[in-house]
């Protein structure tokens, strides 16, 4: 495991874990919204078990995030992060490429349209719009600091800092897109993972979307519920981990 940094033209610095091997094979990993390449442990976890199958893997923190270089998290910024961490990868040679994402980086990764880019994973990922009541998830503090700049300061749980900064047109983004942009036109298998907590309703919504997805995806794509989970699998995550590793080990050896 070796940290390394990297950027795209112009933009921030960005860090990652990179676990190198000899192979063409490799996996991105995007984490979910204001978190970072840990994941709370469970992207070290499952970079593990994809090295250990014989695939390099980058975990990567989105500018504004994690260890990555300051930033307002947008739309934008978070799409050229994550073609920033292909790049990378396509660099060191690894030209068959995975990519996994929990929760809206699993949402970013289906947008992905990039010939190296063989396989998809997703947990918890929107394969059409969700819209949000915001006063349910951020305070009145957040939603006035929002009013005032067009951004909001959420804060974090992260060994490398402690708030980030999300911008209005992100939030507006989660109920933007239709289910043909979102996941139309993607040529290569994907796996959906979604929680079946009952009492989880995001996480259900999200699952009864990805059943109308399956409609426009490439043959060979599934969509698994891991009965009992909510949103992110946290205490699933084992489960989680030998799915998607099955599910990388697939991509042909070349």
């Known amino acids: 495991m070796e940290p390394v940094t990297f950027s795209h033209a112009g933009g921030p610095r960005l860090a990652g874990l990179y676990h190198g091997a000899d192979t063409r094979n490799g996996v991105v990993l995007a984490h979910g919204f204001c978190n970072d390449k840990a994941s709370n442990g469970r992207f070290d976890a499952l970079s593990r078990a994809l090295s250990e199958a014989g695939l390099a893997v980058l975990a990567f923190d989105f500018a504004g995030c994690g260890e990555s270089a300051d930033a307002v998290l947008t739309p934008e910024s978070l799409r050229a992060d994550l073609d920033a961490a292909i790049t990378f990868m396509t660099d060191a040679g690894h030209d068959r490429l995975g990519l996994f994402g929990n929760s809206l980086g699993g949402s970013l990764c289906l947008r992905v349209r990039h010939p190296a880019v063989v396989a998809v994973a997703a947990t918890g990922a929107a394969t059409a719009p969700m819209q949000y009541d915001w006063s349910d998830h951020f305070s009145a503090r957040q939603l006035a600091e929002l009013e005032e700049t067009g951004h909001l300061t959420e804060t974090v749980e992260s060994p490398w800092r402690d708030h980030v900064i999300v911008s209005a047109s992100l939030l507006q983004a989660f109920g933007e897109g239709s289910m043909e ?68 080990r697939q991509m042909a050896p070349a």
């Open 181 to 248: 942009e979102r996941v139309g036109g993607l040529s290569c298998p994907v796996l959906l993972i979604y929680g079946g907590d009952p009492g989880d309703d995001e996480e259900r919504l999200l699952a009864e979307a990805a059943a109308r997805a399956m409609a426009l995806l490439p043959k060979g794509s599934r969509r698994l519920i891991v009965e009992g989970a909510s949103h992110g699998l946290r205490d699933q995550w084992d489960t989680v981990t030998e799915e998607v590793a099955a599910w990388f």
